[in-house]
């Protein structure tokens, strides 16, 4: 049953005004609540004058706020009124947490990782549709989740979940989630990877025993999230992921696709989700020979006896490329973009896979100091 008694007439106070913000905004007023929104950025608040939102300094008047929704690009330690918000923690949800309590009776299948979670995602939907399943994929891979959440019962969604959304939410809920794999990441925001880890996890926090939650066995974090699982008694069923489960898979695949390691481990997890959903080999087999990966992800942009062109473009942290060097040989890399907090280079495993690097844009200084003289570039 859709909450709209519950936020009926509740001050409902929105801290962020871009896209998951102005969704929020919406959705609450459709519930019949009195919403009041800023955002810190002048030119932000001109512009959702247009949409007809109360433009109000809530924080100001904090006995009469009811809830608080942040937007997930918000970092609480950081932003201008920081101290109202940690006093004030009780009240904070998120889009997630209203998402969940918009399709409570849908079934609910949510992706997070550092790396892997678009494509994850697409593969699921895609086996998922080939199966005849009404499916809606949202989150960061598509529509924000809010635009997505006139109830459906009958609607699959797939959601991708980032570390932001994750790290403030308390009531989001799925049937099926998973972490593909973790590795540093946003450490800018979440400080350490013990933090990072922890925040992922709660993806698993609001389950029940009738759930299922995923985990990548061969991650060297794994037994992290294994022992936040055991410390919070978490009661869903642990599943430990390994690539070597869909060998038998593969075999019947006609996919180059597949054939790069970090397409197999998402194939894994993807592949155990719907044999929870009960589909049938066939029908996964006839998925994934049809199955095309996205853009700028691992994507074959040309393909020759003598050459083979691949846009990873979206690998914007070095964990992220490394997956895909790994997969080829006589490699000539095109590098460049802009370095994340603590990213590093470790180029031992791939270093004699590259024949020459070209690096291109405006760090570089940075990338050149990272490859050495390990590469020729």
């Known amino acids: 049953m859709v909450p709209l008694q519950k936020y009926q007439d509740k001050k409902i106070a929105i801290y962020g005004m871009g896209i998951t913000g102005c969704s929020a905004a919406k959705t609450f007023q459709r519930l019949k609540a009195k919403v009041f929104c800023w955002d810190d950025n002048e030119k932000i608040r001109k512009k959702i004058k247009n949409l007809k939102f109360s433009i109000n300094k809530f924080w100001l008047n904090p006995e009469s706020i009811d809830a608080i929704v942040i937007s997930p690009g918000i970092d609480i330690s950081k932003c201008k009124i920081r101290n109202y918000l940690k006093k004030n923690l009780n009240k904070i949800i998120t889009d997630l947490d209203l998402f969940f309590e918009l399709n409570k009776e849908a079934l609910i299948i949510s992706i ?17 549709k080939t199966a005849k399943y009404n499916v809606k994929t949202v989150g960061n891979i598509g529509n924000p989740i809010l635009f997505s959440s006139r109830p459906n019962r009958k609607c699959i969604f797939i959601l991708e979940a980032s570390s932001y959304q994750l790290q403030y939410s308390r009531l989001f809920r799925s049937k099926h989630a998973a972490i593909l794999n973790i590795s540093p990441d946003h450490l800018e925001r979440h400080k350490n990877i013990k933090n990072y880890t922890r925040t992922k996890s709660r ?146 495993n791939v270093r004699k896979k590259i024949v020459k690097a070209y690096i291109i844009g405006k760090n570089i200084s940075f990338f050149r100091k990272q490859i050495g003289k390990k590469i020729p570039f």
């Open 112 to 128: 997070t990782g550092t790396n892997g979670k678009s494509t994850t995602c697409k593969i699921i939907e895609k086996i998922l």
């Open 203 to 348: 993806i698993f926090f609001a389950q029940n025993s009738s759930d299922y939650s995923y985990i990548n066995l061969t991650n060297k974090y794994s037994k992290l999230i294994k022992n936040i699982f055991k410390a919070k008694k978490l009661k869903s069923k642990l599943i430990s992921i390994n690539k070597s489960n869909c060998n038998f898979l593969l075999k019947k695949i006609n996919n180059k696709y597949f054939k790069s390691k970090g397409n197999v481990e998402n194939l894994a997890f993807a592949y155990a989700i719907a044999k929870n959903l009960k589909i049938n080999d066939k029908v996964i087999v006839r998925a994934l020979n049809k199955f095309r990966g996205l853009p700028h992800r691992q994507e074959i942009i040309l393909s020759s006896s003598k050459l083979l062109c691949i846009n990873d473009s979206k690998a914007t942290s070095f964990d992220a490329c490394l997956q895909s060097l790994s997969n080829y040989n006589q490699i000539y890399w095109i590098v460049g973009g802009l370095p994340k907090h603590q990213d590093y280079f470790y180029l031992k």
